[in-house]
């Protein structure tokens, strides 16, 4: 919980962790009168993300976030972090970018005075994303790159492999945030990233492999089960672990929109059909677990279609080790809770910004949703389980 006093103007700097709920309050306010609340994120790429909303003091001069509906700006009504997933960029198509977790995510509180304009309060709360204690190593052994965290406290610990979009690089918010959740977490890197292929042609599926072993190996590691969590692309990675040919999309089934920018959702064509099932994942073949999550208005590809064939895949061979979650107005990047919503971008492999679908909102309330599942669900299954 944070508040901020309009008499007199101070600027405090609050910490908490980037996945948590924050309380926002503002006290010493005119009674019944309106004052606008800002939010302000720089990311790492130097691209400004801003939110507004529009409150109305109650009769003891306070606006509270958690209570109060906000009347207009980024959003409507009442909604606790709606400062924080509704930060929107200044420049066109851009998605946050966080190279390094070793110092937080910054977002700075304004309140104004709604007749006025005039700067009653600021605060920043700080986003972080390491518990004290936590170890955070990079990784440069044989082929394998990425970082691993290690949390704080006697293991050995359940362990992760974290696999995240086609994009390329390395990203570590969501690996260090599950690591401060009792995991051994590795943020694998695999295109573009130090020495690794630039090109998914080149990419090797026995790299996978390797990094699963390497993860099995670390002594803080409980075995012999490792979850992998993946998003977007990497979550074909995730289910091959073998050589298979891919899916050429079909250019006719994609749409360009009337803002200029395009829609991919339906390039790619069914695997299940004869001419393209040597690209079809055999999921049956899997002893592990699976918890599909499906972003029902994703635009980026038609995820529900491909979770909802993998899942009746495993059912026609007799298997009940899957979970299927849906989120009917969530669009493509499902991440850490309250991380702003990212409606476009540019699509490295499209070479050009496409849109990802979803509402804001419902997409803000799948991402905490998830979070929790995504939590359990590696808890119930990473003891004495296979790899998975």
Request: proline share 7%; glycine share 8%; with cysteine.
């Amino acid at each position: 919980c944070f508040e901020l006093s309009s008499t007199p103007v101070n600027h405090f700097i609050v910490r908490c962790f980037f996945d948590k709920l924050v309380h926002v309050k503002v006290e010493g306010l005119a009674p019944h009168k309106p004052v606008e609340l800002r939010s302000k994120l720089v990311d790492d790429r130097g691209v400004i993300f801003k939110a507004s909303a529009l409150y109305k003091a109650d009769e003891s001069g306070q606006v509270d976030v958690s209570r109060a509906p906000s009347l207009g700006g980024s959003y409507t009504g009442v909604e606790p972090m709606g400062l924080f997933w509704s930060l929107a960029p200044e420049t066109p198509h851009s998605k946050i970018l966080k190279k390094s977790v070793l110092s937080p995510t910054q977002v700075k509180i304004e309140a104004l005075s709604g007749d006025t304009g005039e700067l009653l309060a600021s605060e920043t709360n700080e986003r972080e994303y390491m518990t004290e204690g936590m170890k955070r190593i990079p990784v440069q052994e044989g082929r394998i790159r990425g970082v691993l965290f290690i949390p704080p406290g006697k293991g050995p610990f359940p362990g992760i492999v974290d696999l995240y979009t086609f994009g390329g690089g390395l990203s570590e918010p969501r690996a260090s945030l599950l690591a401060n959740k009792g995991f051994v977490v590795l943020a694998l890197a695999y295109l573009g990233y130090k020495d690794l292929p630039r090109k998914v042609e080149k990419l090797n599926l026995e790299y996978f492999e390797e990094a699963v072993t390497y993860l099995r190996r670390q002594p803080e590691v409980k075995g012999p089960g490792i979850g992998i969590i993946s998003i977007s692309h990497s979550g074909g990675i995730a289910l091959a672990m073998l050589v298979i040919p891919p899916l050429c999309p079909v250019l006719d089934n994609i749409k360009f929109l009337d803002s200029g920018i395009l829609d991919v959702r339906d390039a790619l064509p069914d695997p299940s059909l004869e001419e393209n099932r040597e690209s079809l994942f055999m999921v049956e073949r899997a002893s592990c677990q699976f918890l599909f999550a499906v972003s029902e208005d994703d635009h980026n590809w038609n995820s529900g279609f491909f979770a909802k064939q993998a899942v009746e895949t495993l059912r026609k061979h007799g298997k009940k080790s899957y979970e299927l979650v849906t989120y009917p107005k969530a669009g493509h990047f499902l991440e850490v809770p309250h991380m702003p919503y990212c409606g476009s971008t540019f699509h490295g492999a499209v070479g050009a910004p496409v849109v990802f679908g979803g509402e804001p909102k419902a997409h803000s309330e799948a991402q905490l949703d998830l979070w929790e599942r995504v939590q359990e669900f590696f808890k119930s299954h990473l003891v004495n389980k296979s790899t998975c």
